[in-house]
């Protein structure tokens, strides 16, 4: 028997016993699923009223676009994510009020924000105002030639599953961008007119007072504005109802947690009545507004001490994601469920950003090398049939995330390996139900897809 029938005899047999394996793993919803599809009431399309004369309109797109209605005309906050879905706020705003834009405030230059802009142009001369360094994020990627976070935005944000298995973002709703290419494939977007640098700049337009006020947190280029008539702070991406995202899996520099903590209590220190945030419905009552904004901040404070606490003691980010355990009060308040960012991201962000990547460990400065260490462990655990074994009764006992990591072992040594591609693919299928983290939960079923892909190509390559 040559290699190519030895190994889809064994393919067969194996894709059996995954189905079946797999299918009685996953009859009942996990509780995460659950609480993931609950979410989606969050982004339910409407236009909410948020004082006297500020509109939010949510679930258009995915991120919340607002309307501050002034005597001569509006002034928007945020345009959300394609010119398709501003285009439907804009005839629902004018429904409300029929006054022209004169101005767009951009909260920060991620591109969720800002391509709607062309749709509330209603002139030429609409200023369009952003904070020093706008788009930094994206512009010192490419500026060093860094392009891979687009692929894993795309995994990240799940434009690989189908409608079926997609839930939501966590944050947003479901979203497909209309071109293939990656999460930020859509609209082009318009240019700020006018940059302010300092800390808070207090601009009036339309009758309008309103002020700017520097938040570097999720972004260099954060900002919030503050309306002092109807006390309403719109945070951008600051805040949402979400453990937030400090560190985001498509891969991100580090974000400064120490200022995203200060820039919330800034807004605390206005004592809104409400609070828009970048994405999730706003939060309405001087009294709940100050409850969650004194969580959030003091959740993300109390996880960068800890953090900071055993880095000090010497711990490694895999021993301080076991030793740094959000308190019982945090880990129970639904907005801060890690529905989009992950807590243990966090924790391994604030290592790397301050020390870099060496652990600490000698034994991690001159690791082996992944097929080395493969070789080792496979031999350890018998040879390749059986670490294939093992991987099957890994499967069978529902450790999943060690069935991925062995699958891992075996494809070091042998890439083409199809049974542990498609093992690995059901490990992280699994591994995806169990997980709140909408962003994991994609990212998985992401790569379990391309996985049944590769495996799939092989085996038509295999054809006589
Ligand atoms: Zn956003």
Redesign the pocket.
Known sequence: MNMVVKIRSLVLPVLMSLGFVFSSACNAESEQTRLLKQRNAEFNKEIIRVSDRVYTAVGYG??PVSMIVGAKGLIIVDTGISVESAKAIRADFRKIVDKPVKAIVFT?G?P??IKGGAAFMDTPDVQVWARTDFGHEQHSLAEAGISIQKRRGAMQAGFLLSAEQRINNG??KAYWPKRKGGVFAVDKSIAPSHIFDTDRQTITIAGIDLELVAATG?THDQLYVWLPSDRVAFA??NF?KSWPNLYAIRGTPYRDIRSWANAIDSVLQEQPNAVVG??TRPILGKKRVKETLTNFRDAIQFLFDKTVEGINKGLTPNQLVEYVQLPKKYRDLDYLRPYYGNPQWAIRAIFGGYLGWFDGNATSLFPLSDKQEAERIVALAGGMEATVKQVDNAMRTEDYQWAAQLCDHILAITPNHQQAMLYKADALTALADKILTATARNYYISSAIQLRKKSQKISLSQEP
Do not use: L
């Open positions: 995915v991120s920060h991620h969720d924000h944050i947003a999720e951008g991406d949402y970048g994405h």
